[in-house]
């Protein structure tokens, strides 16, 4: 990531990404960016909604994923969605016209609205390598997580030389970009923030789910 002298990196990362996916949210919901609710839609069919559940969606873009699953319970549940994009978030509030129960907030994912333990479930699609702090960022998700919550990231994963060698090009193209990370790397993340890694998923290589779980405190 390129630095601007004087300047502090978190600020300076926010603001290229803030900019980056506002330049993006009139055209995020065109057909040619199908392949990402595909994406979406996979995770979400990992998860074992049921009504009443509250659900997260970490760098949400314009909301598909939030009214996705708050249309599959019907409104029955809290549904929220977090972006850094102001242009984003105003666009996903835009299309809440017949939603219940649904809300969006411009925040970073190190600053997450929900209160402790109040999640049931939370994902991260195509965004995770973009985060400069990703302890801070699963920290949070710990907070917010209940017992037994379960957090999905959904993400390019360097399992392979060709992926390490495709991140070290991507760092050098868009300053936005932090790391893709190999599937060990989840793991002693998930660790850190006292997440149990539970397991991985392939969707399409080489984007695969890593999937962890808030897990009671012995003792």
Known sequence: MNELPGKDPNTEHAELNERK??????????????????????????????????????????????????SLLQGEGEFCGVDISGAMIETAQ???????????????????????????????????????????????????????????????TADDPLIRLINDRVGQREPEHVKFYCSQEYRTLSAAARLKYLNGKWIAYPVKVHISEKVALAG
């Open 21 to 70: 996916w506002d330049s993006r949210a009139a055209t995020f919901d065109q057909k040619r960016f199908d392949y990402f609710r595909w994406m979406q839609r996979r995770v979400i069919g990992l998860i074992d909604l049921k009504p009443g559940c509250h659900f997260l969606d970490i760098g949400c873009g314009t909301g598909w994923a939030v009214r996705y699953v708050a």
């Open 94 to 156: 835009a299309q809440l016209r017949g939603f219940k129960n649904v809300y969006f907030y411009k925040t970073s994912a190190e600053q997450l609205p929900p209160e402790d333990g109040s999640v049931d479930f939370a994902i991260c699609t195509n965004s995770f390598h973009h985060y400069l702090n990703p302890s801070k960022v699963l920290a949070e998700i710990y907070r917010v997580l209940r017992t037994e919550g379960r957090f999905y990231i959904l993400d390019v």
